[in-house]
């Protein structure tokens, strides 16, 4: 089967450090162009990739015939126009999440990927990961027995103003950027959706928010979440159950943050510990999305699951109120 040739719009760090090599790595994917007019940046994705056709704009990638699919990693609000050009162009589309700042957003990004017929998708990356399969499967088989709560946590320090990440006409914050982790692993993991926002205390710096205390009701569980980007670096998922506790001591960022490990500790005395020192999630995603447009295979995280943890989160913001009203 002949490999899937892959673009990247723009050259970002996160590109060069973890999606260009993840594509490159990946069976059935071959990393062939990047769109940049810088050649210093080029430089580093070449460094890896030799022989990357480097174009000068987005749009001449997306002009160029040879290649297939196309990831993004684009500043958030740019987002939802490229993913359109890109499909529009024929290309398939993986976009770094999130997709969209608002729910409602995904609606066209849908009516587009039906109607050209291309697989476009978040580059919601956690869920390829065993770890998360693992821990769907015992939770719903019963493991830990009824399901009471789920804690998730994710923070890390950043007060660059000068990163995008703290620029709001860019989509900035923390909760665009790591909350749809900590809300997309709870979706993911119970299949359940969110019934109400019962708390939701967020903090604002600058036009974005740095600190999110949030509490939701599921159909069967209550969930509570921090997310920051101005406290130190931590991520933890934890579901708790009638008989027993499921542990992610490393959920978000396996093997980088720290080793991708799943603890289970049943009738208070029984633990049992998994651990996946070699798997990279980035790489499973780019092999999932392959074998989805090779094959017609089912995409592990289509659209419409992405688009539900943007219904959290624009609940979650409605529920804190604007910037400055606490």
């Not at 943890?309 to 009203?325: I, L, R, S, Y």
């Amino acid at each position: 089967m002949t490999a899937l040739r892959w673009g990247i719009l723009g050259a970002s760090n996160f590109a060069r450090k973890h999606m260009g090599p993840a594509i490159h790595a990946a069976k059935g994917a071959e990393l062939a162009a990047l769109a940049t007019s810088s050649p210093e940046k080029a430089a580093g994705f070449q460094a890896f990739a030799p022989g990357l056709i480097v174009h000068d704009s987005y749009e001449a990638l997306l002009a160029d015939p040879s290649i297939h699919a196309v990831y993004i990693p684009l500043p958030n609000h740019l987002h939802v126009a490229w993913t359109l050009k890109a499909l529009e162009a024929g290309k398939h589309v993986l976009c770094e999440k999130p997709m969209a700042l608002e729910a409602d957003a995904f609606d066209q990004i849908i009516a587009a990927r039906d109607r050209t017929g291309k697989l476009a998708a978040e580059a919601f990356m956690i869920v390829h990961h065993p770890q998360f399969i693992e821990a769907r499967k015992l939770l719903q088989g019963g493991a830990i027995g009824k399901l009471v709560h789920v804690d998730a946590s994710f923070s890390y320090f950043n007060d660059d103003l000068q990163n995008i990440r703290n620029q709001p006409q860019a989509g900035g914050g923390g909760l665009l950027d790591i909350g749809v982790y900590t809300f997309g692993a709870a979706r993911f993991v119970t299949g359940q959706e969110p019934r109400r926002i019962s708390h939701a205390d967020i903090r604002y710096e600058n036009g974005v928010d740095v600190f999110a205390h949030v509490a939701a009701t599921f159909e069967d569980f209550t969930y509570g979440a921090t997310v920051s980007t101005r406290m130190a670096p931590y991520q933890n998922l934890t579901l708790r159950g009638e008989k027993g506790v499921l542990e992610l001591t490393c959920p978000f960022n396996a093997n980088v943050f720290d080793a991708a490990q799943l603890v289970l500790e049943t009738d208070g005395s029984t633990v049992t510990t998994q651990r996946w020192p070699a798997v990279n999630h980035y790489v499973l995603q780019v092999e999932n999305f392959c074998n989805a447009v090779q094959t017609g295979a089912d995409y592990p995280c289509p659209l419409e699951f992405s688009q539900g943890t943007q219904q959290m989160m624009d609940m979650v913001f409605k529920a804190g109120g604007p910037p400055g009203q606490e």
